[in-house]
């Protein structure tokens, strides 16, 4: 059994799976299992991967039903004891990440959930730290990125992203599992690099839509708590659209955490 099994979803992104591949292939800590669905590219990702079949334990190109049945698909065929979504274009933030999740995770028992911090690019082409929320905060939405999330697979076991949503599935995927998770653990490094430009970025409203139904249906929240959480989200969104650079002062940091 491997102990990381690293799900990539990806579609006419060559160029970012070919970053995502260095991030692997780099880390020090090789105890890793690679999957990776390609929903029916056309700019060449399906013959970079058919040259890379020998790396990865698992892989198709085709059409499909977006990220997040793609996400199901491929997670259903993890062997590992963690499971982390590193999606085309998103990379591990240096060659010792694995190895450090590893000792945290070791060191502490295997917590049913490790989540990190990420590096991300506010919109000036400088990558800035984006510290996670505390996992006690998921009301207000994901505790971290994707990226820098890591599900223990037997926590997640007969979970799958909700096919209801276009956004804010994996908000809904990471509660039902903190639902199952007494030992949530902030792994207080910086994990990955994510990827800008995702369908949460294109369509915040949708998503801010998505996320509040959720919390009426998975939280069991009323409505003045939904309105007043989505107030915030809209004003949080009009700040980073019409004054990014008040907003990424708010929100990230310069410099990565040790």
Request: net charge positive; aromatic share 10%; glycine share 12%.
């Amino acid at each position: 059994m491997p102990f990381f099994s690293i799900v990539t979803v990806v579609k006419d992104d060559a160029a970012g799976l070919i970053r995502t591949r260095e991030s692997l292939w780099t880390q020090s800590w090789r105890d890793f299992e690679w999957l990776c669905a390609d929903g029916g590219s056309t700019d060449g990702t399906a013959d970079l991967l058919a040259g890379w079949a020998g790396e990865l334990a698992w892989w198709r190109s085709g059409p499909d039903g977006g990220p997040f049945a793609a996400m199901n698909e491929t997670a259903a065929r993890a062997r590992g004891r963690y499971l982390l979504f590193l999606n085309g274009g998103d990379r591990l933030a240096g060659p010792e990440v694995l190895a450090a999740v590893a000792a945290q995770a070791l060191g502490h028992g295997c917590p049913g959930l490790l989540y990190g911090d990420t590096l991300e690019d506010p919109g000036d082409g400088r990558p800035r730290l984006r510290p996670a929320r505390d996992v006690r905060h998921a009301w207000y939405g994901m505790p971290a990125h994707h990226c820098a999330l890591f599900y223990r697979c037997d926590i997640v076991a007969g979970l799958a992203y909700p096919a209801g949503y276009r956004i804010a599935a994996d908000y809904a995927y990471t509660l039902a599992a903190l639902a199952r998770v007494p030992d949530p653990r902030h792994l207080r490094m910086v994990v990955a690099e994510f990827a800008p430009g995702g369908l949460s970025r294109r369509h915040p409203a949708l998503g801010r839509r998505e996320q509040d139904r959720i919390r009426r249906d998975l939280l069991g929240m009323g409505p003045v708590s939904r309105s007043a959480i989505m107030a915030m989200q809209h004003l949080s969104s009009g700040l980073r659209r019409l004054a990014p650079a008040t907003y990424a002062c708010i929100r990230f940091r310069n410099t990565r955490q040790g």
